[in-house]
């Protein structure tokens, strides 16, 4: 039964002198042959066969069982996502340097449109003004020949004005 | 025994989940893994057992084995399973106990071992403590030289000599007398 590939006296020639080496590598090779004497221990052929078919039975139930992730594996793909979650959040949640060169701020927008509501306010006073003098005048004796329908049509057309200007 | 080719064959075989490997790694390695089982527990109810569970273990474990000598891990296996055994049983001098109870009948079954010498080196070896007895038979049985074993106990190599050396000694003497 013992097919020892390894040199045994050499072995012990590392621990103790040739001699004993010798004498050593001996007793073991008598020992050897005296366990050859085990061999008669032998599993029956029905238990061989019995091995067999439970083997056979145990292959039969693996392929038929679903793929089963190990747990470990679970864990570790659920140990990825979460990781991932949390990156996510975290760049997204992080307080924002970055400027929107593209986009103009509110106060600029609102700087902007008030820039035009004055424009046309000062328009529109400018017309009031106009119009206010020319009534004066008419009113003082400048325009003598004006009749006084032209008078009455221009107080009308300021007081449209001042409306128009107060609903903006 | 196959020749390292051949074997290569049948437990790439096996790694497929092919049955008939497996049947021939039965035929190869039973007698000799049976033997183990028996000498380190001398019942063979027991042994036939163990045996099963090594071969069911394989079917588990066969694509862990990584190359290198099959052998080596196969028997690594069969330790393991006997310690678990062990474990199981709690108290290994109740194993020695039902061990001696066994030995002593075994001249009443000649199933197992049919010679005086086998049920003299069985008593033998049942006095040798159970590390050593255990180093022994791993060694006889998987050819395992003296560098794996003490790989394997996580020992030095000159105490794994010296132990087995003791060991064999005090059962050639036993056996001689």
Redesign the interface.
């Known amino acids: 039964?013992?097919?020892?590939?390894?040199d045994?006296k050499q072995?012990?020639e590392?621990?103790v002198d040739g001699g004993d080496a010798e004498r050593?590598a001996k007793?073991?090779r008598?020992?050897?042959e005296?366990?050859a004497?085990?061999?008669?221990?032998?599993?029956?052929d029905e238990?061989?066969d019995?091995?067999?078919t439970?083997?056979?039975n145990?292959?039969k139930n693996?392929?038929a069982a679903p793929v089963r992730w190990p747990r470990y594996a679970v864990a570790a793909a659920a140990a990825v996502v979460i990781a991932a979650v949390l990156i996510a959040a975290s760049v997204f949640n992080a307080p924002e340097s970055r400027t929107e060169p593209e986009l103009i701020s509110a106060a600029e927008w609102e700087n902007a449109a008030l820039k035009d509501d004055l424009t046309e306010l000062g328009t529109l006073a400018q017309e009031l003004e106009e119009i206010r003098n020319e009534l004066l005048a008419i009113q003082s004796g400048e325009q003598i020949n004006m009749q006084s329908e032209r008078a009455t049509e221009l107080e009308e057309e300021m007081l449209e004005i001042e409306g128009d200007f107060w609903k903006g | 025994m196959a020749d390292s080719e051949e074997l290569n064959r049948i437990i790439e075989a096996c790694r497929q989940g092919d049955a008939e490997a497996f049947a021939e790694l039965v035929d190869i390695y039973s007698q000799r893994c049976y033997g183990y089982f028996y000498s380190m527990v001398g019942r063979s109810d027991v042994s036939d057992d163990l045996l099963s569970r090594l071969f069911m273990r394989l079917v588990e474990k066969i694509s862990t084995f990584k190359g290198g000598n099959f052998e080596s891990w196969l028997f690594k296996v069969a330790s393991n399973i006997f310690h678990d055994y062990l474990r199981t049983k709690q108290k290994e001098t109740k194993v020695i106990e039902a061990r001696t109870e066994q030995i002593a009948g075994i001249s009443a079954q000649p199933k197992q071992s049919d010679s005086e010498i086998s049920a003299r080196l069985q008593r033998q070896l049942l006095r040798l403590d159970s590390d050593t007895r255990e180093l022994i038979m791993l060694r006889y049985y998987s050819q395992m030289s003296f560098k794996e074993l003490a790989g394997l106990r996580s020992e030095p190599i000159g105490t794994v000599l010296s132990r087995v050396h003791r060991g064999l000694n005090s059962l050639r003497q036993a056996m001689e007398k």
Do not use: G, V
Not at chain 1, 1 to 6: G, P, S, V
Not at chain 1, 37 to 44: E, F, G, R, T, V
């Open positions: 039964m013992a097919e020892k590939k390894e045994i072995l012990f590392q621990f050593s007793d073991i008598k020992a050897d005296i366990l004497q085990l061999d008669a221990n032998k599993p029956s238990l061989t019995r091995i067999k439970k083997i056979d145990a292959l693996k392929r």
